[in-house]
């Protein structure tokens, strides 16, 4: 059997005692290890995690919640390693985010910040990381972990993956993402150990759990930054001498934006200047690609790869090149060709899955989630829901390009790569059902909003009432604006405010003299 030992080998195991790993900041000192110190580090953390967890009944599951650190991988395979299952938990959850998720896993303990209160044992994972030496009494590998998503109105899900479906996927994903040629020329002038990826994403998601197993098993140096600032990681790119980063697409627009504030002119020759010529290959976590960014990388020739996928998929189904062709002359729905060796088709209108076409896409394959957690137990995902996963993502297959349409459900995918669910965040603000004869969640500009309308009694107070609210969400969650409008708000053909219709009153309307007066809920409810 596959377990998890499979994954920490893959990544950590195939390399000399003294190559170097991980590099990063203590202070301002900067420290490196090796991977004979990282492998004695996993085993010590396990020795520690293992007398906190004397008297849990193996195979339990426990939550990790920390913000991504050079350690963070040790806390996760020290527990793997004593026989615990582990699950992915938000570092910025909030208190009913973690009761939720806690009765969802039927957790035993959740290794968590020092100092924070859970509805179980608190294992602090800066006392775990502390330890020095020590090796666990007992190893005996676990072969299942899990990504929790949303969770903070009452609906998180734990997406499951065993070990050997993990194990499949990354090696799968590592070799396409090595074997494409623009990573190729992205690094035609370096050497492996000159390959360096600076760690950005929080660990927790999928892509951001995926990046050391795909890059740091290939035998790239994971290098973190100071801290998660934008002047810290375009400090390091330029001075740590990075080749590749991955992040979201908000990510990316604010560190572009320093090199064009700072160098001026934007040209090939001037970003190699200021972030140096190593610096060539970049990844995307996200679905349609903006047309800004894509003139922007075809203006400075530079390798970047925009990945198309959810949780459940590993995080990719389909991988284009911004600097491809394809994606400079095509349209900004070019989402590019099949990742991670899914078979794809998308749902015809008469419900059949065709492999060509325009519909919701749907795969099949090995490298899909295996199920889900409910009450502390395992749930098939095939024996619940079939072979094929359905994405909910419209799109078109013509050929071996795929383009993406647009949604099939009420989800916002944000340009900070968060999944919002508007039922959940038309639940977070009720308080509007008594005060607003109609309103609704949409997305605008990459961002979630409200939209509200009829007549409003002491708007003012209310939009205060609103920023409260806003400012209780976590920070990815919260609305942008609220938008208020004086017209009734379109209906579907069940009488219920037409979400989609909403929006796309929203993008006609902006810039325009209309009838919506825009509040800045993040700004303390200014009005614009």
Same mark, same amino acid.
């Given at each position: 059997?596959?377990?998890?030992?499979?994954?920490?080998?893959?990544?950590?195991?195939?390399?000399?005692?003294?190559?170097?790993?991980?590099?990063?900041?203590?202070?301002?000192?900067?420290?490196?290890?090796?991977?004979?110190?990282?492998?004695?580090?996993?085993?010590?953390?396990?020795?520690?995690?293992?007398?906190?967890?004397?008297?849990?009944?193996?195979?339990?599951?426990?939550?990790?919640?920390?913000?991504?650190?050079?350690?963070?991988?040790?806390?996760?395979?020290?527990?793997?390693?004593?026989?615990?299952?582990?699950?992915?938990?938000?570092?910025?959850?909030?208190?009913?985010?973690?009761?939720?998720?806690?009765?969802?896993?039927?957790?035993?303990?959740?290794?968590?910040?020092?100092?924070?209160?859970?509805?179980?044992?608190?294992?602090?994972?800066?006392?775990?990381?502390?330890?020095?030496?020590?090796?666990?009494?007992?190893?005996?590998?676990?072969?299942?972990?899990?990504?929790?998503?949303?969770?903070?109105?009452?609906?998180?899900?734990?997406?499951?993956?065993?070990?050997?479906?993990?194990?499949?996927?990354?090696?799968?994903?590592?070799?396409?993402?090595?074997?494409?040629?623009?990573?190729?020329?992205?690094?035609?002038?370096?050497?492996?150990?000159?390959?360096?990826?600076?760690?950005?994403?929080?660990?927790?998601?999928?892509?951001?759990?995926?990046?050391?197993?795909?890059?740091?098993?290939?035998?790239?140096?994971?290098?973190?930054?100071?801290?998660?600032?934008?002047?810290?990681?375009?400090?390091?790119?330029?001075?740590?001498?990075?080749?590749?980063?991955?992040?979201?697409?908000?990510?990316?627009?604010?560190?572009?934006?320093?090199?064009?504030?700072?160098?001026?002119?934007?040209?090939?020759?001037?970003?190699?200047?200021?972030?140096?010529?190593?610096?060539?290959?970049?990844?995307?976590?996200?679905?349609?690609?903006?047309?800004?960014?894509?003139?922007?990388?075809?203006?400075?020739?530079?390798?970047?790869?925009?990945?198309?996928?959810?949780?459940?998929?590993?995080?990719?189904?389909?991988?284009?090149?911004?600097?491809?062709?394809?994606?400079?002359?095509?349209?900004?729905?070019?989402?590019?060709?099949?990742?991670?060796?899914?078979?794809?088709?998308?749902?015809?209108?008469?419900?059949?899955?065709?492999?060509?076409?325009?519909?919701?896409?749907?795969?099949?394959?090995?490298?899909?989630?295996?199920?889900?957690?409910?009450?502390?137990?395992?749930?098939?995902?095939?024996?619940?829901?079939?072979?094929?996963?359905?994405?909910?993502?419209?799109?078109?297959?013509?050929?071996?390009?795929?383009?993406?349409? #647009?949604?099939?459900?009420?989800?916002? =995918?944000?340009? @900070? +790569?968060?999944?919002?669910? &508007?039922? $959940? *965040?038309? %639940?977070?603000?009720?308080?509007?059902?008594?005060?607003?004869?109609?309103?609704?969640?949409? #997305?605008?500009?990459?961002?979630?909003? =409200?939209?509200? @309308? +009829?007549?409003?009694?002491? &708007?003012? $107070? *209310?939009? %205060?009432?609103?920023?409260?609210?806003?400012?209780?969400?976590?920070?990815?969650?919260?609305?942008?604006?609220?938008?208020?409008?004086?017209?009734?708000?379109?209906?579907?053909?069940?009488?219920?405010?037409?979400?989609?219709?909403?929006?796309?009153?929203?993008?006609?309307?902006?810039?325009?003299?209309?009838?919506?007066?825009?509040?800045?809920?993040?700004?303390?409810?200014?009005?614009?």
């Amino acid at each position: 059997m596959i377990t998890l030992e499979t994954m920490y080998e893959d990544a950590y195991g195939g390399f000399s005692p003294d190559y170097p790993l991980v590099e990063y900041y203590v202070d301002d000192e900067k420290r490196l290890m090796y991977a004979r110190d990282y492998r004695v580090k996993t085993k010590a953390v396990a020795a520690f995690l293992e007398e906190r967890l004397a008297g849990v009944e193996r195979g339990r599951w426990v939550g990790l919640k920390y913000a991504t650190h050079p350690l963070w991988m040790t806390v996760f395979y020290g527990l793997e390693m004593i026989g615990y299952k582990v699950m992915l938990l938000d570092e910025g959850a909030t208190p009913l985010y973690v009761k939720n998720v806690v009765e969802l896993g039927k957790l035993a303990a959740i290794v968590g910040v020092q100092g924070e209160e859970y509805p179980v044992l608190n294992i602090p994972f800066e006392e775990a990381t502390a330890v020095q030496d020590g090796e666990p009494s007992s190893v005996a590998w676990e072969d299942t972990m899990c990504l929790c998503t949303s969770g903070t109105t009452g609906s998180a899900k734990a997406v499951v993956f065993k070990a050997g479906t993990f194990t499949r996927l990354q090696r799968t994903v590592r070799s396409t993402v090595f074997g494409s040629p623009f990573t190729t020329r992205s690094a035609e002038s370096l050497s492996l150990e000159q390959m360096r990826v600076m760690m950005t994403l929080p660990m927790r998601h999928v892509f951001g759990f995926e990046v050391p197993h795909i890059f740091g098993g290939y035998g790239c140096t994971l290098v973190f930054p100071k801290n998660p600032g934008i002047l810290e990681m375009v400090r390091t790119i330029r001075e740590e001498r990075i080749w590749s980063t991955y992040g979201v697409p908000a990510l990316w627009k604010v560190i572009f934006n320093v090199y064009r504030n700072q160098a001026g002119e934007v040209s090939k020759e001037s970003f190699r200047e200021f972030f140096g010529e190593q610096f060539r290959h970049g990844l995307i976590g996200g679905a349609k690609v903006d047309e800004e960014l894509r003139a922007f990388i075809a203006s400075i020739d530079f390798n970047m790869g925009n990945a198309y996928g959810s949780t459940e998929t590993g995080g990719c189904i389909t991988l284009g090149f911004l600097n491809d062709v394809r994606s400079i002359e095509g349209p900004a729905s070019y989402s590019g060709q099949l990742f991670n060796a899914h078979r794809p088709g998308v749902i015809a209108e008469d419900g059949s899955w065709q492999p060509q076409g325009i519909g919701e896409l749907a795969v099949t394959g090995k490298n899909i989630a295996d199920g889900f957690v409910d009450a502390g137990e395992f749930v098939s995902r095939q024996e619940t829901a079939g072979e094929l996963y359905h994405t909910g993502d419209i799109f078109q297959i013509e050929g071996e390009d795929f383009y993406y349409l #647009g949604r099939v459900d009420n989800m916002i =995918l944000t340009d @900070a +790569g968060e999944n919002i669910y &508007v039922e $959940e *965040l038309e %639940e977070d603000f009720a308080i509007l059902r008594d005060r607003a004869e109609q309103y609704c969640a949409v #997305g605008f500009e990459g961002r979630p909003a =409200l939209v509200l @309308a +009829g007549a409003l009694s002491e &708007v003012d $107070e *209310l939009i %205060e009432e609103l920023c409260a609210v806003n400012g209780a969400l976590p920070h990815y969650k919260r609305v942008e604006a609220a938008f208020v409008s004086a017209s009734p708000l379109p209906l579907t053909s069940k009488k219920e405010v037409d979400r989609k219709a909403v929006a796309a009153l929203l993008a006609a309307a902006e810039g325009a003299d209309t009838a919506f007066e825009r509040y800045g809920l993040r700004k303390g409810g200014a009005r614009a």
